[in-house]
């Protein structure tokens, strides 16, 4: 089952991948791409396939690694099959700052709204790590209504900020509320690569010690497991991963939720075996949700997170129904 | 029976009940207390000669010089709007909130929404308000001199090459006006193809990649300080390659008459036919 499966999600990671070169765009049809991608095509269909596909297709894959990752290592660290991103008011933060940015920069700042994303999302991690610290430290029930009451908090501010923000920027700042790749550049993604790699690393590192805390706090301490250390590493992880998504790609529902639940039915619970395999499978379930985003009204774009929804819930809800 | 067919036929015979763009309908009297939700319908306003009567304006109504230097409306809403005592609102599709429009008249006060997709419709508009308002003789004037600007405008553009077109509402991201719009007209008018897909709403967000199709000759924006501004950030990323080495025309229209579907909006098609005779 588990060679067959890794092989599928190869398939549908190649899939992705050259869906995402190949289709999708006004500006280079299949034809035009694939003679891109052998080195025949001319300017315009160069530069849509190399300069706008490209990076829009490395942002998404890197995000959705990010994101997908991002919920299996919170669900795994807080025991809590609906932990999130979005749960822990970490997004939340980033899409916060990120929209108070675009709504009061002056035009030629714009570039600064990444950089305002992630100071957001690293001030609501502190927050929520802050608002969760009790006598025995941060427990994961602290850590989830610490998140609830930041996330509200930063909604409300997204709200004020798109009722106030002048009409002419407010198609802007919902655009980062819904999550686009629209603006990817080579830049974003290499901007990005780290935000993904080193939590990866982490979390890939303390996969044995989250597997024993699945047992049960008391039962991982008594196995060697530094609770306080993993805890506060994994959601520093997680934290990360959650900004670097938000800031380059705006707020992107579901991917984080329902990737790590389809690859546990699937690979099951190991930790060591999910987390790679979740972030691939997030890479390719937010390529193809771009992929159907930019083609299926072409040449106007749906909001990536919509999509992600769309294609995301049935099939989660169909491999529920379909285990034991 | 005579006579009864003769009362038959007069009880018939009133004049249909005046309705507004959105399809209310809207009792006709003079207007002695008039508020005007949004920009183009408090010029509307003015042009038409009410400007004595208008007491408020929505918060963005900077246009003529008397209307903004009225009292603008802090917030639009019901309380904001009712503290005027108006005898007659008027809003926009393009600005005003739909559901403050039906509260107010659910209050029972006097409403009239315009919906100005195209040249055509802003003549209605204007005739419109001057019949619900018993402007008359103003109405009439202002709507055949509309009528004569589009129309030159439409003359002087038949005689261009016509050519695929964007208009670009804003930048990053890419958001465009679709057909139905009256920027959609706008470019009929120059003899310019609206590109934009049709079936995303009015004002979709599309692919940055359209700006790379060899369809698009002509992209046409309102000139503002952040257009400009985000326009330079596409023009420096592989989406704006064809903008950036002119194998694509950009226009800039000056951005007050071309974003605002009032009285002024002819001299916007006007504009923008001149920009095309200058560079076909």
């Known amino acids: 089952m588990s060679g067959r499966a890794d092989a599928g999600l190869v398939v549908v990671l190649l899939a992705a991948l050259a869906g995402g070169l190949l289709l999708g765009g006004p500006g280079a049809s299949p034809g035009q791409a694939l003679s891109v991608l052998t080195g025949q095509g001319d300017a315009d269909a160069t530069a849509a396939v190399l300069g706008v596909r490209l990076p829009r297709l490395v942002l998404a894959l890197a995000v959705g690694a990010a994101l997908a990752l991002a919920g299996a290592a919170l669900q795994s660290l807080l025991a809590n099959p609906l932990a999130d991103p979005f749960l822990l008011g970490i997004s939340g933060g980033g899409a916060a700052a990120a929209t108070l940015a675009f709504a009061a920069l002056p035009a030629a700042a714009i570039g600064l709204v990444p950089a305002a994303a992630m100071l957001g999302a690293a001030a609501s991690t502190g927050l929520v790590w802050w608002m969760a610290r009790g006598p025995l430290g941060p427990s994961p029930t602290r850590m989830l209504l610490a998140g609830v009451a930041v996330n509200a908090a930063t909604s409300a501010v997204i709200l004020a900020i798109l009722a106030l923000a002048p009409s002419p920027r407010l198609a802007g700042a919902l655009a980062i509320t819904m999550g686009s790749f629209a603006a990817a550049t080579p830049e974003a993604a290499w901007w990005l690569a780290p935000y993904v790699a080193a939590p990866l690393l982490v979390l890939l590192y303390h996969g044995r010690d989250l597997g024993l805390l699945a047992l049960g706090e008391e039962s991982a301490a008594g196995l060697g497991v530094e609770v306080a250390i993993v805890r506060r590493r994994v959601f520093l992880a997680a934290a990360a991963l959650c900004g670097g998504a938000v800031a380059f790609a705006g707020v992107i529902g579901f991917v984080g939720l329902i990737t790590p639940h389809l690859c546990r039915l699937v690979w099951g619970y190991s930790p060591r075996r999910l987390f790679p395999r979740t972030a691939l499978a997030g890479a390719a379930l937010t390529a193809l949700g771009d992929l159907a985003a930019r083609s299926l009204l072409a040449p106007a774009e749906l909001p990536v997170g919509v999509v992600t929804a769309v294609i995301g819930v049935p099939f989660f809800v169909a491999l529920l129904r379909r285990s034991p | ?280």
Not at chain 2, 8 to 18: N, Q, R
Not at chain 2, 60 to 79: F, N, R, T
Not at chain 2, 142 to 170: D, I, N, T
Not at chain 2, 204 to 209: F, G, H, N
């Open chain 2, 1 to 280: 029976m005579l006579v009864l067919a003769l009362s038959w036929a007069v009880a018939h015979s009133e004049t249909p009940p005046l309705l507004d763009q959105v399809g209310h309908r809207v009792e006709t009297g003079t207007a002695r207390r008039i508020v005007a939700l949004a920009p183009d319908v408090a010029e509307l306003a003015f042009a038409l000669g009410l400007g004595p009567a208008v007491v408020a304006v929505g918060p963005a109504v900077d246009y003529p010089e008397h209307a903004a230097s009225l009292p603008h409306l802090g917030a639009l809403d019901v309380e904001s709007v009712l503290v005027w005592r108006p005898d007659l609102v008027l809003a926009t599709t393009a600005g005003s909130d739909p559901r403050l429009v039906e509260r107010l008249r659910a209050l029972g006060l006097r409403t009239l929404t315009v919906d100005v997709t195209s040249c055509a419709r802003l003549v209605e508009a204007c005739t419109l308000v001057a019949a619900a308002t018993a402007a008359g003789d103003a109405g009439a004037e202002l709507a055949a001199g509309l009528r004569g600007r589009c129309a030159e405008a439409s003359r002087r553009g038949a005689k261009l090459p016509r050519r695929g077109a964007l208009y670009v509402v804003w930048w990053d991201p890419l958001i465009v006006a679709a057909p139905g719009t009256f920027h959609d007209d706008l470019l009929r008018h120059a003899n310019l193809s609206n590109l934009a897909p049709a079936n995303a709403g009015r004002y979709p967000r599309v692919s940055p990649e359209l700006l790379l199709s060899s369809a698009v000759e002509v992209v046409v924006s309102p000139d503002e300080p952040d257009a400009r501004a985000l326009f330079a950030r596409v023009v420096a990323t592989a989406a704006g390659t064809r903008l950036a080495r002119g194998a694509a025309r950009v226009i800039w229209l000056p951005a007050d008459p071309a974003s605002r579907p009032g009285p002024r909006l002819p001299e916007a098609y006007v504009a923008l036919v001149a920009e095309r005779e200058r560079a076909p």
